[in-house]
């Protein structure tokens, strides 16, 4: 079964394009590319926030509570 369309679109001849147009398009594309391209920065070295020393030790003492408290409950001295 075939689609007339298809049929017609077959006998279209190939597109071409001019030399010059095409360097001019590729050129203003590589222009465009390389504004877009990322600049490389040098990262900062990583730090811990202020904030993290404190967390950590309410977290050694809630675990350390946890612990005291289920060994309350078992009876282990």
Same mark, same amino acid.
């Given at each position: 079964?075939?689609?007339?369309?298809?049929?017609?679109?077959?006998?279209?001849?190939?597109?071409?394009?001019?030399?010059?147009?095409?360097?001019?398009?590729?050129?203003?594309?590589?222009?465009?590319?390389?504004?877009?391209?990322?600049?490389?920065?040098?990262?900062?070295?990583?730090?811990?926030?202020?904030?993290?020393?404190?967390? *950590?030790?309410?977290? *050694?003492?809630?675990?350390?509570?946890?612990?005291?408290?289920?060994?309350?409950?078992?009876?282990?001295?």
């Amino acid at each position: 079964m075939n689609d007339p369309i298809v049929d017609l679109v077959a006998r279209l001849p190939r597109a071409s394009v001019a030399p010059d147009r095409a360097r001019r398009t590729q050129a203003r594309c590589h222009r465009v590319l390389a504004r877009r391209a990322p600049v490389h920065r040098v990262a900062p070295p990583l730090r811990w926030p202020s904030w993290s020393p404190a967390l *950590i030790g309410l977290a *050694i003492l809630y675990v350390a509570e946890a612990m005291w408290t289920a060994a309350q409950a078992y009876g282990i001295r």
